[in-house]
């Protein structure tokens, strides 16, 4: 889930051609033209998925194949070979409930920094508001949630764990999730138009964040480590969070609360740096 979206050709939409320079009005700041082509995210979405998949001899079934890898080599790694503290509920089920998550937020962020650099031609020479590149990228990473949730689903059932009364709440965390993952990456993205190695070192950015964050070593690991980092983590809360609605844990309610503070800080300052960066998009397309 953690891959860049493949690039859209300007030719495959179905939006009208305008060319649009540094020095013309900022066209795709303005929220009525994001509102008059807000159907431009859904064909978009469309469109990266289909890119995303074609010509591969798997499909869609990769969407499935990714987290169970990944789930099943963290798990047998940390079963058999680690001495860390064993979490409150089994690996499997500890493991899937944190890397389902933390592999759509970071696919999220990851996407959405990559939006505008992938499709500089859809900006030099497409009538679109280029908030609807980054939001089309997180409707098609929802959509590989989605199927993410069946796996996760699935392994839960093959453990013999039953999610806990509290699992309808499990959509907020994914939620915080995604607006947090959409605000990093609309900093990013105008960074990553300007400098193009923003883009090669966010992936080891986010290995690091994974060891970082409670996904796959357990919570009360990583603050004997460092207690601060429970709060110094924008992700953190989220994580836990989404583990305990599904499981039924005690909730960690201060540090999802300083992930929701460390989310509204993001997506505010992230939308500010997207929209001050607009007239020099075209220029750096």
Do not use: K
């Amino acid at each position: 889930m953690g891959d860049e979206d493949p690039p859209v050709a300007a030719s495959s939409t179905a939006l009208p051609v305008l060319h649009i320079t540094a020095d013309g009005p900022p066209l795709a700041a303005s929220w009525s033209f994001f509102w008059s082509r807000r159907d431009a995210v859904i064909v978009l979405a469309r469109r990266l998925l289909g890119a995303r998949y074609q010509q591969t001899l798997l499909g869609v079934g990769w969407a499935f194949l990714h987290p169970l890898l990944a789930i099943g080599v963290f798990t047998w790694l940390l079963s058999s070979w680690s001495t860390a503290r064993a979490p409150e509920s089994s690996w499997l089920a500890h493991n899937t409930s944190g890397w389902v998550p933390w592999g759509f937020f970071a696919a999220t962020l990851t996407s959405s920094a990559a939006s505008l650099s992938q499709h500089a031609s859809l900006l030099r020479d497409v009538a679109l508001p280029r908030l609807a590149l980054p939001l089309a990228s997180l409707a098609a990473r929802c959509v590989d949630l989605a199927i993410a949730l069946v796996v996760l689903i699935a392994l839960l059932a093959l453990d013999g764990t039953v999610p806990a009364a509290s699992a309808w709440l499990f959509p907020l965390p994914l939620a915080g999730l995604a607006l947090l993952g959409l605000g990093i990456g609309l900093a990013l993205a105008s960074f990553q138009m300007r400098w193009r190695d923003v883009g090669q070192v966010l992936p080891y950015l986010l290995q690091l964040g994974l060891f970082a964050t409670p996904v796959v070593v357990p919570a009360a690991v990583l603050e004997d480590a460092w207690p601060p980092l429970r709060f110094l983590n924008p992700a953190w809360g989220h994580i836990a969070a989404a583990r305990s609605t599904l499981l039924g844990l005690p909730l960690d309610g201060a540090a999802w609360i300083s992930s929701w503070a460390w989310t509204a800080a993001a997506l505010g300052g992230g939308l500010f740096v997207f929209a001050r960066s607009q007239r020099r998009l075209a220029e750096w397309a």
